[in-house]
């Protein structure tokens, strides 16, 4: 079974830094995209940042210049560096993947639980 677990969430300063990690884990055949999203009380889950297998990145404007997105391919693993966060940044952080499992040719879409980040100003 294939699993997204996220870490690295809590309480940050503005202006100061948080970096999120999520793993993926279990019968893997290949991970392509991943991404992380966010959803804050009261309003729709957002992209905040994409990254392909390639190492190619998207990010949503009110995050550029800010938010870093990275992955780690032999560790299966995405990061989200968090500099400089700004207390509308407060949301829960989702991470978001399409992963080939061992022995499948097709390609699911995977979330991890969620992680809570709050920015205080």
């Known amino acids: 079974q294939v699993r997204l677990v996220e870490s690295g969430g809590g309480l940050v300063q503005a202006g100061g830094s948080l970096r999120l990690s999520c793993a993926a884990s279990g019968r893997i055949g290949g991970i392509d995209y991943m991404a992380w999203y966010r959803q804050a009380p009261g309003k729709q889950r957002e992209l905040v940042a994409n990254?392909?297998?390639?190492?190619?990145?998207n990010y949503a404007d009110s995050v550029k210049g800010r938010f870093t997105i990275s992955r780690d391919n032999p560790k299966k693993t995405v990061y989200l560096q968090m500099n400089s966060p700004k207390p509308e940044d407060t949301a829960v952080y989702y991470c978001?993947?399409?992963?080939?499992?061992?022995?499948?040719?097709?390609?699911?879409?995977?979330w991890g639980q969620g992680t809570q980040v709050t920015v205080s100003s």
């Open positions: 990254i392909t297998s390639d190492g190619s990145t």
């Open positions: 978001n993947a399409n992963i080939r499992p061992t022995g499948s040719w097709l390609i699911n879409e995977y």
